[in-house]
C-alpha cells in the first residue's frame, strides 16, 4: 500500500466493470487505503477525518475486532444450527440494552435483511399485509425494503408506491407543514397516520404495521418532535399494527442521551432492526422482537440464513457492544456532540445561508438555504466538496440534498471536532463572497489554484 496507486486506472476499471449508479463521493473521488479510529488514510498516505462514516463505530481497525475476528477464523466459523456460546453472548448482551419485553434475536447479514424481515413478522403477526411508513424514509435494497422506502420508490424510474404502502408526511419542523412553533406539532403530526391507517382498511390490506427510521436519516437528519412516535405507535397498536423502529443509523449509543433513538420519543416498539455499526464493518444485522411475535413467525417453516448469526459475526458483534461500554463512547458521543451542535448553531447565527442546525450526539444536521429560504442545494454540494478538500469526509442528505450529516465514528475527539468548526466557517465564508442566491459555481473553478485542493 505504501507503493502510490495510480487513481485514474482504478477509476477506469469501476466504469469498466461496475454499473452507473454506483455512486462515488465528491467531484474528485477520494481513494482510501488505511484507517484508524477516525481517521483514514489514502493511497499517499495523508490523513482524512472521517466525519461521515457510522459503520466504523468503535473506530476503524480497532484492534480488539482485529484480534476477536483473527481469533474466531482460526477456530472455526459456522452456523446457527450448531450450538456455540457466541450466539447467546451475543444475545444476552443486545438485551441488556432493551426494555425487558425483547426476548427474542434474529440474526441476519445486513440492515436491508432485517428489515425485510421485520415485514414478514408483521404479516405473521397481524395476517394483514398494509404498511404505513413517513415519506423519504430508507430501509433497505431488496424488493420490499424498496417498498417500503420512500426514498427509493419515489424518485424518477422508482417503482412507484405499492397498493399496499401509505405514506405519511415526515416529522420535520424546520419545512414541513407544523413547525417548532406549534406545541401541538408532535399530535399534529401523528394524527397523519389515520388517514393512512383508514385507507389501508378500505382497500381490505388491513395493517400490518408502521415502519420508520426513528430519527429520519436520508429524510434530513430530522428529529421529530418529542412523543410523536409514542402517539403513531398508539395508533398503530390500535389498528392491530405491528411498531418498527429501525435504529440502522440512530442505535448503540450514538445518540449520547440514548441507546436507541425510541428511548427520546417515549415510545416502545414491537420490533427493533440494528445494522450498518454493529458489525463495525463486518456485515451484520439484527431484530429483536416480543415472544409473541417470534412465537407468531415459528409456524413450522424453518428460519435460517447461512451466514446470519455465524460464530464470526456474533464474536464481532458482542466486541463492537463491549467496546462502546468499555471505551466509554456513548458518553463521548455526547460530549462531542454537545461541542459540535453549540459550535454549529454559532455559525447558523452568522451565516444566512445555515437555516437550521438540529440533531443530537453524533448524529447531526445543518440545513444549507438560499437567500429566499429554499433549499440550498448547490450551497451544501460546494461545501461538502470544499470540506474534502480540507481533508474532512462529511456527507449531504435531504429530498433537496441540502442538510450537511456529520456522523463520525464515536470515537473522534475535541480537537477533530474543533477542526470541523474552524474549517465550516471559513467555507461559508466562502460561499459569502458569492450571493448564495445566484447559481453556485462550480468549486475546482472558483477556487482553482487556491493550492489547498
Ligand atoms: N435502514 C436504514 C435507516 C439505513 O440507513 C440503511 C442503510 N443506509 C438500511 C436500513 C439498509 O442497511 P444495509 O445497507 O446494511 O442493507
Known amino acids: 500500500y505504501y507503493q502510490p496507486v495510480n487513481k485514474d486506472e482504478i477509476l477506469q476499471g469501476r466504469h469498466d466493470h461496475f454499473g452507473g449508479n454506483l455512486s462515488l463521493t465528491y467531484d474528485d473521488p477520494v481513494m482510501l487505503v488505511r484507517g484508524w479510529k477516525h481517521h483514514m488514510f489514502d493511497e499517499w498516505g495523508r490523513p482524512y477525518l472521517d ?23 482460526k477456530r472455526m466459523n459456522s452456523n446457527t444450527r450448531y450450538l456455540h456460546p457466541a450466539q447467546t453472548a451475543f444475545a444476552d448482551k443486545i438485551m441488556s440494552k432493551l426494555p425487558d419485553q425483547f426476548e427474542v434475536c434474529f440474526f441476519v447479514n445486513s440492515g436491508t435483511e432485517a428489515n425485510e424481515l421485520a415485514l414478514r413478522l408483521a404479516r405473521a403477526h397481524t395476517g394483514a399485509k398494509g404498511m404505513v411508513t413517513p415519506d423519504h424514509g430508507y430501509h433497505g435494497n431488496t424488493n420490499a425494503a424498496v417498498a417500503i422506502s420512500a426514498y427509493k420508490f419515489n424518485k424518477p424510474g422508482g417503482i412507484g408506491q405499492a397498493d399496499w404502502v401509505e405514506l405519511v408526511e415526515v416529522a420535520d419542523d424546520y419545512r414541513g407543514s407544523f413547525k417548532r412553533v406549534d406545541p401541538d406539532r408532535a399530535q399534529k403530526y401523528a394524527d397523519l397516520v389515520d388517514p393512512a391507517i383508514a385507507t389501508l382498511q378500505e382497500k381490505g390490506h388491513g395493517v ?14 430530522i428529529i421529530p418532535p418529542k412523543g410523536y412516535l409514542a402517539a403513531v405507535y398508539e395508533k398503530i397498536h390500535a389498528a392491530g399494527g405491528v411498531c418498527i423502529a429501525d435504529e440502522v443509523q440512530t442505535g448503540l449509543g450514538r445518540l449520547g442521551d440514548h441507546y436507541f433513538g425510541f428511548e427520546h420519543q417515549g415510545a416502545l416498539p414491537d420490533i427493533v432492526v440494528m445494522g450498518k455499526p454493529i458489525g463495525n464493518g463486518h456485515p451484520l444485522g439484527v431484530l429483536v422482537t416480543t415472544k409473541a411475535i417470534a412465537e407468531s413467525f415459528d409456524n413450522g417453516i424453518e428460519f435460517f440464513s447461512t451466514f446470519g448469526g455465524s460464530t464470526l459475526s456474533c464474536r464481532i458483534g458482542k466486541e463492537v457492544l463491549d467496546i462502546v461500554d468499555d471505551e466509554g463512547l456513548q458518553d463521548n458521543a455526547r460530549e462531542m456532540g454537545n461541542i459540535l451542535i453549540s459550535g454549529l448553531k454559532e455559525l447558523e447565527t452568522e451565516f444566512g445561508c445555515v437555516g437550521d442546525v438540529r440533531g ?41 440534498d441540502n442538510i450537511l450529516k456529520i456522523r463520525p465514528p464515536l470515537t473522534i475527539e475535541q480537537e477533530d471536532v474543533e477542526m470541523i468548526l474552524v474549517t465550516l466557517r471559513a467555507i461559508l465564508g466562502e460561499v459569502g463572497d458569492f450571493s448564495p442566491a445566484a447559481p453556485v459555481p462550480d468549486h475546482h473553478h472558483h477556487h482553482a489554484g487556491c493550492g489547498c485542493c
Not at 213 to 221: K, N
Not at 368 to 384: A, R
Open 51 to 73: 466525519a461521515y462514516n457510522n459503520v466504523p463505530h468503535v473506530g476503524h481497525a480497532h484492534p480488539r475486532i482485529q484480534a476477536v475476528a483473527a481469533d474466531q477464523l
Open 208 to 221: 400490518a404495521g408502521f415502519i420508520a427510521e426513528t430519527f429520519p436519516s436520508v429524510g434530513g437528519q
Open 360 to 400: 443530537m450526539g453524533l448524529f447531526l444536521g445543518l440545513e444549507l438555504i438560499n437567500t429566499d429560504g429554499s433549499e440550498g442545494t448547490g450551497i451544501c454540494k460546494y461545501v461538502k466538496n470544499r470540506m474534502r478538500d480540507h481533508r474532512i469526509l462529511i456527507g449531504s442528505e435531504g429530498p433537496k
